[in-house]
Structure formats: structure tokens, C-alpha cells
């Protein structure tokens, strides 16, 4: 039986950002062409705002995605996850999984209250992680569906209206 390869969870290098960016073209980038995807990317504010992570696999980027705080009306001790994306060629090997299992479990975020992010899949993909959707009521984009991760005390209080959802990222 062959070895299961070691997946280590990182900031990605700057020489791997076109892998980042890429491994989400054949969802996001709808008519562009891949220059003209990468040049938007490169040179858009949203992606700026935030810190991207990798997963990687024997020296290759097999999952991405990108870290937000105190961004996009996000409330505080709270971030926000987003773009996460998994190269064709990686895709249903538990790489995105892994990578969000390992980065929530990261010391430094102890201090974080909630975890915020938007689901364009099957929001059983999220949940397997301990994301819940948000109550219809609170839900602003159609597309989209607003999950977080948090103790039952925080989750009440976004039911409530106590504390405010971000707005899309």
C-alpha cells in the first residue's frame, strides 16, 4: 500500500501565487482568458486585504485560500475564510479539507471567536467541518451562503441581530 504523501499548511510562496489563483479559473474566471484572469488577480484590492494559505503536496500547491480579518465588515475576534479552491488534478482528495481542519486548529487562533466564510458548493462540504448556515433571514446573497464556525453562545447572538454577518468576500 503506497504512502498517503505529507500535506503541509503554509503561506504559500510569492514564486506560487499564479498556482493559487489559477487553481479556482475554471470556476471564477467565466470569459477571461487565464492572462486576463491572472492579471486581475494580481492587481485587484480584494485579494490584498487578506492572507492566502496553501496546501501543499510534495512541493506543489494542492489546495488555496485566503484569510480575511478585520475586512468586509467582519466583526471583531472574528475572520473570514474565502476562495478556497483545489487545482483539477488535486480536486477529491481531501486537500481543501485538510487544509481548513489544520489551519482552524493553529494556536494563534484560540483567540478567534468565529469563523465566517460563503458557500458556492454543497454546504455538507463545510458542515463535515463544523460550519452551519446561517438562518434564511440572515442570508444576503442568493449565490452564496453565509456559514460560521463558533460556539452556541456567538451563534445565538447573530440570531438574535447582536452581532452583524460580514458582507460578501
Not at 484572469?37 to 489546495?63: E, F, N
Not at 479552491?85 to 483567540?111: V, W
Request: hydrophobic residues 40%; glycine residues 8%.
Amino acid at each position: 500500500m503506497a504512502k498517503k504523501p505529507e500535506i503541509i499548511v503554509r503561506q504559500p510562496f510569492d514564486s506560487e501565487l499564479d498556482q493559487v489563483y489559477l487553481a479556482g479559473f475554471d470556476t471564477w474566471a467565466g470569459q477571461k482568458s487565464r492572462e486576463e484572469y491572472l492579471i486581475k488577480l494580481r492587481t485587484g484590492a480584494k485579494y490584498k486585504q487578506g492572507t492566502w494559505w496553501v496546501a501543499a503536496c510534495d512541493g506543489k500547491v494542492a489546495s488555496s485560500m485566503i484569510v480575511y480579518k478585520d475586512a468586509f465588515g467582519l466583526p471583531p475576534e472574528t475572520i473570514g475564510i474565502g476562495s478556497v479552491a483545489t487545482p483539477p488534478a488535486f480536486r477529491r482528495n481531501g486537500y481543501a479539507s485538510q487544509l481548513i481542519r489544520d489551519f482552524l486548529a493553529m494556536k494563534p487562533l484560540e483567540a478567534v471567536r468565529a469563523v465566517f466564510l460563503f458557500s458556492e458548493v454543497k454546504p455538507e462540504f463545510y458542515g463535515k467541518l463544523g460550519f452551519v448556515a446561517l438562518p434564511p433571514e440572515l442570508q444576503k446573497y442568493p449565490k452564496s451562503l453565509c456559514m460560521v464556525r463558533c460556539d452556541p453562545d456567538y451563534l445565538d447572538a447573530i440570531r438574535s441581530g447582536l452581532v452583524e454577518p460580514p458582507l460578501y468576500f
